[in-house]
């Protein structure tokens, strides 16, 4: 669901005989903060929902939810092979993960928000989907364990809440005795009260113990859902690819030279809600990057018929969003660069906010309120589909989101011991892509469409494990809006590189109802 991350596919074929020989998925901005935030009547993420359905007692399913069943594969798996049956849920030792009997609302993870069911929704049968997918791609029954028990444990993780005791130190609240020994329990972490309350932070030779306050240890515990999520999303990913690679061995194929690939994006499309956040801002940076390619390619492809057909035209006006890109974008007074420096030196989303308008009140893409009104606290650009207001207080919080320190020490737990591999690639490559994206003044191309966009072309490319690296990077302090702007750095140098072919989304209506066209 391109809502909740961007996602790109390289489908690599034989340049002869047109036979897919690979393919490789790289993924963009996951909305980790749905794990712990999300809008009144939305759900979280659908598998925690289906992982309660299963392994709730039957007797507490309605009459009407049929019992566990797997739909199998029409046809074989890329290896040739027919697909496995996957485990049933009771094979899979899901039993054990102290869940049984309890219902969504009995989870802070999910209760939030009043919606634990959702319309033509079934729980059991969206498991029986999921659990027949993750064993069409070589997931076996420990991995799926594994990933389940990681879920349950942010289940119970989230029930944890705290108070200061008399000098000052987190505790968790007696209440939360039960939570605290489920979660325990799933991970096989005896010390995890410790772990959850406690910093340690290597000085010189010694090791220092620094106690969290309550309202800390509250945003340490978001922040490690938040992390745990992300990392068992990147894991999944990274074994889908493995199960997609080339002849079914060797590292993941992501194009040889001379081989002809078609690379599918499907990225989210232009947001504008009532409330409009840092990850609104990113959403729509990406939809203004697509934009000026879309212009770029329409324009071009027009000047070549009119040149092959010898017209005389006078020269064409179009809506260039140049400057627009350059005020998000352009080092190092850009609105992504200033969140970066606000982060850097612990500044507030007031300040931010404020120098946004003090850098560009003379930009014709950022809308200036009367007499200076809210521009401390929101700031409006103009972008190609209409104007959004962002509001900044969670700006500075989310930008400077970084994998929580009990993070890597929950992953020397049993249960997290399958994610440290994807933790330490992470912790590996992250200055280089941004390397290798490139945190550069925006290009002049000319302007993209929301929706599904469609490249084709030939010759190795800048997505996946065979991307360009830089040997040696300066360390430079990562945030999500540096690490997002390198991959749009790295996406658009590939899409330029290309031949483009767009296919344009159609919103029907606007009340999400079916068989309905409104031209309102």
């Known amino acids: 669901n391109s809502s909740r991350f961007g996602k790109c596919v390289r489908l690599c074929t034989d340049p002869n005989s047109g036979a897919l020989l690979g393919a490789y998925f790289h993924t963009y901005l996951l909305e980790k903060s749905r794990v712990v935030q999300f809008g009144p009547q939305e759900r979280n993420f659908h598998l925690f929902y289906q992982l309660l359905a299963v392994v709730a007692p039957t007797k507490k399913r309605p009459a009407s939810r049929p019992a566990w069943r797997w739909r199998a594969p029409a046809a074989a798996d890329s290896a040739g092979a027919a697909s496995a049956a996957p485990a049933p849920p009771a094979e899979l030792g899901l039993g054990d993960l102290k869940l049984g009997g309890a219902s969504p609302a009995e989870f802070a993870l999910l209760s939030s ?212 890109l350059q005020m998000l974008e352009r080092a190092p007074s850009g609105v992504f660069h200033l969140l970066d420096t606000c982060c850097r030196v612990n500044s507030s989303p007031s300040n931010f906010c404020l120098q946004v308008h003090a850098e560009h009140a003379a930009c014709e893409f950022l809308v200036l309120g009367i007499n200076g009104c809210n521009e401390d606290r929101a700031f409006t650009v103009r972008h190609f589909a209409g104007d959004v207001e962002y509001a900044v207080d969670d700006f500075l919080k989310k930008n400077a989101e970084t994998m929580e320190v009990m993070t890597r020490q929950l992953l020397a737990t049993p249960a997290l011991a399958f994610l440290q591999a994807t933790y330490d690639d992470a912790e590996e490559t992250r200055a280089e892509r941004e390397a290798a994206g490139g945190l550069r003044r925006s290009s002049s191309m000319g302007g993209g ?72």
Not at 155 to 180: F, R, V
Not at 467 to 492: K, Q
Not at 500 to 518: D, W, Y
């Open 113 to 324: 928000s009043g919606a634990q069911t959702s319309e033509g929704i079934d729980d059991v049968l969206g498991w029986a989907d999921t659990a027949a997918a993750l064993t069409s791609m070589g997931f076996t029954p420990d991995e799926q364990r594994a990933l389940f028990a990681m879920l349950a444990a942010l289940l119970h993780l989230s029930n944890l809440a705290y108070d200061d005791d008399a000098k000052g130190a987190a505790k968790t609240t007696p209440g939360c005795a039960a939570a605290l020994g489920a979660a325990a329990h799933v991970l096989g972490a005896s010390n995890l009260e410790t772990l959850l309350t406690v910093r340690e932070m290597a000085v010189k030779d010694e090791v220092m113990r620094i106690e969290l306050r309550a309202d800390q240890a509250a945003h340490a515990r978001d922040g490690l859902l938040k992390s745990l999520y992300g990392l068992a999303f990147g894991w999944v990913v990274a074994k889908i690819n493995t199960a997609m690679r080339r002849d079914g061995g060797g590292a993941a194929y992501v194009g040889g030279e001379g081989d002809v690939y078609v690379d599918a994006l499907d990225i989210f499309g232009f947001e504008n809600f009532g409330v409009n956040s840092f990850e609104q801002l990113c959403i729509n940076f990406a939809n203004e990057k697509l934009h000026q390619l879309f212009l770029y390619a329409m324009f071009k492809a027009e000047h070549e018929v009119i040149a092959l057909e010898k017209v005389s035209l006078p020269p064409v006006d179009y809506a260039d969003n140049e400057r627009c």
């Open 449 to 520: 469409s929301s929706g599904t966009l469609l490249r084709s072309g030939s010759a190795p490319g800048g997505l996946g494990p065979g991307s360009p690296r830089r040997s040696s990077v300066g360390r430079v302090a990562s945030t999500t809006g540096r690490r997002f702007l390198a991959d749009m750095g790295l996406l658009m140098t590939q899409l330029s590189s290309t031949t483009a072919h767009f296919v344009h989304c159609v919103k029907p209506n606007g009340m999400e109802q079916p068989e309905l066209l409104s031209y309102e």
